[in-house]
C-alpha cells in the first residue's frame, strides 16, 4: 500500500496537470498536492492535485471530456467535487476541484504546505500512516480513519499559525 518516496512523482503531477488543463480550462491554477508532494515521505503511489476553479459550477462544462478521457467522479468529500483516474481498475490519480473561495484554506494545500516546512510532523504523519496501513492490511481498521487524528492535529496547527480557526478534516 504505502511505498518509498518516488522522485518520479513530481513529473507525474506535471503530465496529470498538462492533461487535466488541456481537458478542462487551460486557466486552471493546479498544484500538486498530498503525500506523494512532500519529498522523503511514504506514501500510496496515487498523485493528488488540487485544481483551483471559478465555482462548483466551472467543472460541468468540462466533464464530459474528462469522463471521456478516464476520470470520474469518485469521491464521498462533500467541500467540494473530486475527480478520480483509475486506468485498469488501478487509482493512481486524485483532483480535488476547490472553488475560488476555498482555495486559500483548502485544508489540503495547507497540510502540504505544513509538512514541506515542519520534518518533525512529517516524520510523525509517516509513522502514523505506516502504523494505519498495517492496522487496514492486518483487517483492525480502515487506513484513512487510521490518520485522521494526527491529520487534523497538524491542520490545526497550520490553520493556527495563519490566524484560522480550527475546522473538521474529515468531509466525507
Known amino acids: 500500500m504505502l511505498v518509498d518516496y518516488d522522485p518520479a512523482w513530481p513529473g507525474l503531477f506535471q503530465e496529470a496537470?498538462?492533461?487535466?488543463?488541456?481537458l478542462g480550462d487551460p486557466e486552471w491554477e493546479i498544484e500538486h498536492i498530498g503525500s506523494t508532494a512532500v519529498p522523503g515521505l511514504k506514501a500510496k503511489p496515487i498523485?493528488?492535485?488540487?485544481?483551483r476553479i471559478l465555482d462548483a459550477a466551472a467543472?460541468?462544462?468540462h466533464l464530459h471530456r474528462l469522463e471521456?478521457?478516464?476520470?470520474?467522479i469518485g469521491s464521498g468529500v462533500r467541500?467540494?467535487?473530486v475527480?478520480?483516474?483509475e486506468p485498469e481498475g488501478i487509482r493512481t490519480r486524485i483532483a480535488h476541484f476547490f472553488p475560488q473561495e476555498q482555495w486559500e484554506h483548502a485544508n489540503q494545500r495547507l497540510l502540504r504546505d505544513w509538512l514541506l516546512t515542519h520534518p518533525d510532523d512529517a516524520a510523525t504523519y509517516e509513522i502514523t500512516k505506516i502504523a494505519a496501513a498495517q492496522r487496514a492490511a492486518d483487517g483492525d481498521?480502515?487506513?484513512n480513519g487510521g490518520k485522521t487524528a494526527i491529520i487534523q492535529q497538524i491542520v490545526d496547527k497550520a490553520r493556527a499559525s495563519r490566524g484560522l480557526p480550527a475546522v473538521p478534516v474529515y468531509d466525507k
Open 59 to 61: 467543472l460541468e462544462p
Open 83 to 85: 475527480l478520480v483516474f
Open 141 to 143: 481498521g480502515r487506513y
Open 17 to 22: 496537470a498538462v492533461e487535466l488543463r488541456r
Open 47 to 51: 498523485i493528488d492535485v488540487a485544481v
Open 79 to 81: 467541500t467540494h467535487p
Open 68 to 72: 471521456g478521457a478516464g476520470w470520474r
